[in-house]
T-cell receptor
């Protein structure tokens, strides 16, 4: 069965510091991986996704993630945090086959301190 | 910009009332989904649809029901609301893609409070 684990339910960084949000997945087949962001009182917005090809994926707002098959990881990074990055971040894996269904991690709340 | 809408955004209602949460998308997506999300928690899939007249229950058991009579519309109904139904409900849609990996687009959500 596929699953997603996000290490750290809360991450706090200073403005301008590196952002690193961790995600590990479990899948018996090559997965499709996603990062979504959720701002307060809003739905989820896609940051980036990995399907095939290049393992370093660039997304919106300066975020990127690297698919590492050997580590079963898909960590999200941003070189320099902005106050506007404060939000909830969800990692997700797409189920094998063509269902379109996603399995979400527990989420990580990013706090950015001035 | 994804065009998926949910109404109402906020709903406070008494126990025993029947409620319908609306979800509409204008992208012509064939697949639609309903998720339940408690504060600070992950999303749990409660219903999904692969197309008109197709509905399936998700991984989290729910007393709600759904219908898909039109491609663009996927309403969720609770026949008799209870305080345990208090949660945020998120609707999403996606277009089928050969081989998978399709992106789900989310609506803004409905926050439901049952007193």
């Amino acid at each position: 069965a596929q699953s997603v684990t996000q290490l750290g339910s809360h991450v706090s960084v200073s403005e301008g510091a590196l952002v690193l949000l961790r995600c590990n997945y479990s899948s018996s087949v090559p997965p499709y991986l996603f990062w979504y962001v959720q701002y307060p009182n809003q739905g989820l917005q896609l940051l980036l996704k990995y399907t095939t090809g290049a393992t370093l994926v660039k997304g919106i707002n300066g975020f990127e993630a690297e698919f590492k098959k050997s580590e079963t990881s898909f960590h999200l990074t941003k070189p320099s945090a902005h106050m506007s990055d404060a939000a909830e971040y969800f990692c997700a894996v797409s189920l094998s086959g063509n269902t379109g269904k996603l399995i979400f991690g527990q989420g990580t709340t990013l706090q950015v301190k001035p | 910009e994804a065009d998926i809408y949910q109404t109402p955004r906020y709903l406070v209602i008494g126990t025993g009332k029947k409620i319908t949460l609306e979800c509409s998308q204008t992208m012509g997506h064939d697949k639609m989904y309903w998720y339940q999300q408690d504060p600070g928690m992950e999303l749990h899939l409660i219903h999904y649809s692969y197309g008109v007249n197709s509905t399936e229950k998700g991984d989290l058991s729910s007393e709600s029901t759904v219908s898909r009579i039109r491609t663009e519309h996927f309403p969720l109904t609770l026949e008799s609301a209870r305080p345990s139904h208090t949660s945020q409900y998120l609707c999403a849609s996606s277009r089928s893609k050969t081989g998978g990996g399709e992106t789900q687009y989310f609506g803004p959500g409905t926050r439901l409070l049952v007193l």
